[in-house]
């Protein structure tokens, strides 16, 4: 146990994440290339046009996994936020900094891409529904989160702060999720090329996750350059306030 | 050949068409395109100027010391 626990705890000492984050970048960066433009392909040539929605429905392979990202960025930030408020590492609050203008992004996809999938299917652009009041109003703590970031000048303060205003925020995240299971909504999970069983046709099944895997590698390859960024970042700001003393 | 390339160019209209909702399919993937573009462009610029800032403030203090 003491040795599972120790192993983790040596990702929030800023040198050992470092060196860690250093030795797996590469590899993920060329992986997450690779991954997004075989799945952008298979989702655009490889896939057929659904016998109800026609061609649309190539926007959920782009939907659906930013919509995801979303989501989970944002848990992932509350983990972070949490783990920082209690442990006090700091490389815990650079996680959930670093995370949040990339979770905002696929915020933004999600919803853009929603949008414009919703109008040929559902005649309206966008509805007052839980799940979609949902994500809007994470995506205005995800920048709240980020404005109280910059508006603090300690970051020690400013990180706290901000994970604070995050739990808040955890709540919206939770609910776009599972609003769809706890409201009858407009927004359904997936009706689209559905089979008797109830799943996804295969060919839209296979394409979908390997795109969802292609956005978590994307993602972990911009996560990781950002918490680098950072851990750099408080370095020179510790450096410069040495020598103005 | 010539009808080959006419058969070709054909298909790759009908790509484009994509069943008469190409004005809902391309902006969704071009508005994909632009976001996850800029995160990658301002990632990788923040990480270089930070980089480069560190690397001369360090080298000063090395060669003050």
Redesign the interface.
Known sequence: MAIVSNSFWTFANPHNFMRLSGAVLPGVTVAAVVTMVIGLAWSLLGTPPDYQQGETVKIMFIHVPAAVLAINTYMLMVVASLIGLIRGHPVSHLVAKSAAPIGAGFTVIAIVTGALWGHPTWGAYWVWDARLTSILLMLFFYLGYIALWNAIEDPNRAAELAAVLCLFGSVFAVLSRYAVQFWSTLHQGTSIGVTAGGALNDAYFYPLAFMIVAHYLVFIALLLTGVRTEIRARRLRSLRLQSAV | MERMRGAMSESWAE?FA????AS??W???G??AA??G???L???R??RA??R??DA??AR?RSQR
């Open positions: 790509f994509m069943g008469g909702f809902y399919v902006p969704a993937y508005a994909f976001i996850l800029g995160l990658i301002h990632g990788v923040r990480n930070i980089r800032e560190l403030v360090e203090r």
